[in-house]
């Protein structure tokens, strides 16, 4: 239970480009904090967030991008090229999380949120959102859907140019 209370709120890792008086008087985690639980639906059977976290293609570990919704119609665009920009890096794995009506982004599972739980546990209600959780369940980077060249930075400060080799990708990566 201890471990639950861990954060790294200084890590070098994080990284926050949600701002305006609406974000701040919504409560939600923060980078470097725990990724919350949430029950969300897939296929039609209600099922926890966390499998999508921790093992995010079922096999192995890696980076779970989540892409909320905000019940806008107008995320859809914005959450496909956010799934795009991500795309050369294979240990990120996006996943849909919508309170709206359900859209396809090539291959990222869509989780349904039409109960908002998810959306409330991240603090997200009514903002199309893009939040990376690393592998060990932290948040580490929270950004709007409008602005993916946020987390195109990100990507590239974190793993390393994307045109780059493999063994380049985690050279910049400091805990």
């Known amino acids: 239970m201890q471990q639950l209370s861990v954060s790294y709120p200084k890590s070098a890792l994080n990284a926050d480009h949600l701002t305006g008086l609406a974000h701040l008087l919504q409560r939600g985690p923060k980078p470097g904090e725990r990724a919350p639980e949430a029950e969300v639906v897939d296929a039609g059977r ?3 967030l966390f499998p999508y976290l921790y093992n995010p293609d079922g096999h ?3 980076w779970a991008l989540l892409c909320f919704d905000g019940r806008s119609a107008d995320a859809q665009l914005p959450l496909r090229a956010a799934i795009e920009a991500v795309a050369p890096w294979r240990t990120v794995r996006p996943r849909l ?3 709206g009506p359900v859209f396809v982004a090539g291959e990222a599972p869509v989780l349904s949120d039409l109960d908002g739980k998810a ?3 991240y603090g997200l ?3 199309p959102a893009l939040v990376l959780v690393r592998p060990d ?3 580490a980077f929270r950004g709007s859907a409008d602005h993916t060249e946020q987390l195109t930075a990100y990507c590239v400060r974190v793993f390393g140019d994307a045109s780059a080799g493999v063994s380049a990708r985690y050279s910049n990566l400091k805990c």
């Open 46 to 48: 209600v099922t926890s």
């Open 60 to 62: 192995t570990t890696g």
């Open 97 to 99: 999380v919508l309170a």
């Open 119 to 121: 959306h409330g546990a």
């Open 125 to 127: 209600e009514g903002q």
């Open 137 to 139: 369940g932290h948040i």
